[in-house]
């Protein structure tokens, strides 16, 4: 095998630091008022979203997590894919528009539009949070394990000091360019990830002859231990009932996760009309669609050509094996070249994450909670939200150190299924149920929240088994790494009950105006901040 190249990495890194930093500080020239910071001026148009979207959504366990997942564990690894892109119908069918209609800047705008204001808004804001943080130690993990790799970073010291370069770069972007740079990154990081992904996959199946069967079969020659069982059902989750059950609870997460997740719905803001976000959401499944796809030769064709032995030794483990790939289809100088689109696919996430949260922060909480939606210092807002990223920065930075060397595919599921409790249930019951009120909202945003919060921190992820981020430590009471199968539903039934025993009523008004507005997009322009 060729090895990997440090100085040519740093280089190519480096090339595209100083590229993607150019493009920000142009695009931050125009960015002076909180709509432009915070929403992008509203001036994409749907396929430039799309793209971006797709950049935003194809994280670092879309390409470094899933590849790993379906090189290690075959069919089973792959169902991560298929329960990405199936939740986009979610997207597309239930939120996508009527959010994009309802709300400004933030979810935290659609889910108080009916309710009390500054609760709504408080517990949006917090859920936003929580969700964002999650999603971030993946990012910050697939960003240690990556450049170990590439640098020949054994120590976790040294992995530690790339995460922190990691986030000093991720708050720079969004200290510089606010929505509208960090969106130009994540078309950028898009397209050169899906291109990047596509040359690999036809390099793969000419090895084999463009016969999909022929590298199957190289897949489970590969990998004796596990054999036929890479290509059906079970491999990882079919040992036992519980980790059918863990499958299923997976499943439900990954479908449902993605309606709820802020950094997302978020993007939404940044088109100018209803129909354009529907024309973002088309162009992001085909590009999403088409990327999975590709995760599927990548992953086999890691397992066939690199080897599950050599991947598990690898720095960052499973999360190696599409460099692993490169290094071993092209030699230092593609290896380089994907790192570069993976470290590219991180900074873009981050970034987004980190403007989404600080979004949320600085419209819901201080604009709208301790400014009471007073208008008196429109760059506040601006200065609120750049300092709360810096904060955020520094938080993910630290979770990343202790998260680093887990799968980020399986670390992002986490995310999801906090964002399909806290939030989901949230969102459809404000946009479909007229009776639901503000302590409706509040337990199921809360609630939802801390069922799946401490459901993780009780399950095998966090303790309790060999791949645990606490290995020596074990206080796993719940049995299922993923909480969703449980927390989902319990969160759709706080939501019920928390509605029906109080004696709060739903402002028929305000509930007459959201529907009109979500469906028709009538008043949407100057959606109102109360």
Do not use: C
């Amino acid at each position: 095998m060729n090895e990997s190249s440090p100085i040519l990495n740093i280089s190519i890194f480096g090339v595209f630091v100083l590229i993607t930093l150019f493009v920000v500080i142009r695009a931050s020239r125009n960015t002076k008022t909180a709509a432009d910071y915070l929403a992008a001026g509203r001036a994409f148009t749907g396929p430039q979203n799309g793209i971006a979207i797709a950049g935003d959504y194809l994280s670092a366990a879309s390409f470094l997590g899933i590849a790993g997942a379906i090189a290690l564990n075959g069919y089973d690894g792959f169902l991560y894919s298929i329960g990405f892109l199936v939740a986009w119908l979610v997207a597309l069918l239930l939120v996508a528009e009527l959010l994009r209609n309802t709300g400004k800047y933030t979810m935290g705008d659609v889910l108080s539009f009916r309710m009390r204001q500054r609760p709504v808004r408080a517990a949006a804001a917090t859920s936003t949070m929580a969700v964002s943080f999650f999603y971030l130690l993946a990012q910050m993990a697939g960003a240690g394990g990556l450049v170990a790799l590439l640098l020949g970073i054994t120590g976790t010291g040294g992995q530690a000091l790339v995460i922190a370069v990691v986030g000093a770069l991720m708050i720079a972007y969004v200290l510089i360019g606010g929505m509208k740079g960090t969106t130009w990154v994540q078309i950028i990081k898009a397209v050169l990830l899906i291109a990047g992904a596509a040359i690999m996959t036809f390099w793969v199946l000419g090895k084999y002859g463009f016969n999909l069967s022929s590298l199957l079969g190289a897949a489970v020659d590969a990998a004796p231990k596990a054999g036929e069982k890479l290509l059906g059902p079970g491999l990882q989750y079919g040992k036992t009932g519980t980790s059918k059950l863990d499958f299923l609870s997976l499943a439900l997460a990954l479908v449902l996760g993605t309606a709820g997740l802020p950094h997302i719905l978020m993007r939404f803001y940044t088109v100018p009309t209803a129909k354009e976000a529907r024309r973002s959401v088309v162009w992001a499944i085909w590009l999403i669609g088409i990327f999975y796809l590709f995760t599927l030769v990548l992953g086999y064709g890691a397992g066939a050509l690199v080897g599950p032995d050599a991947i598990n030794a690898a720095p960052g483990k499973a999360n190696s094996a599409a460099p692993l790939l490169a290094l071993e289809l092209g030699g230092p100088i593609l290896l380089g070249l994907i790192a570069a689109v993976a470290f590219a696919t991180i900074l873009a996430v981050v970034a987004g994450l980190t403007i989404t949260a600080s979004a949320s922060f600085a419209h819901d909480i201080y604009a709208n909670i301790i400014k009471k939606g007073q208008e008196e210092d429109k760059d506040s807002e601006v200065k609120v939200a750049r300092i709360t990223a810096i904060v955020i920065g520094l938080v993910s930075i630290g979770g990343g150190i202790i998260a680093n060397g887990q799968n980020i595919a399986f670390l992002v599921a986490l995310a999801f299924a906090v964002a399909a409790s806290a939030n989901l249930p949230t969102i459809l019951y404000s946009l479909f149920w007229k009776r639901f009120n503000t302590a409706g909202a509040l337990w199921s945003i809360y609630g939802g929240l801390i069922v799946t919060i401490t459901l993780i921190i009780l399950s095998p992820a966090v303790s309790g088994s060999p791949t645990s981020m606490f290995k020596n430590a074990d206080f796993a009471l719940f049995p299922l790494s993923n909480p969703g199968i449980v927390s989902i539903p319990v969160a759709f039934l706080l939501g019920y009950l928390g509605t029906i025993l109080s004696k709060d009523k739903a402002d028929a008004v305000k509930q007459a105006e959201m529907e009109v507005r979500s469906l028709t997009g009538a008043g949407a322009e100057k959606a109102t901040v109360h």
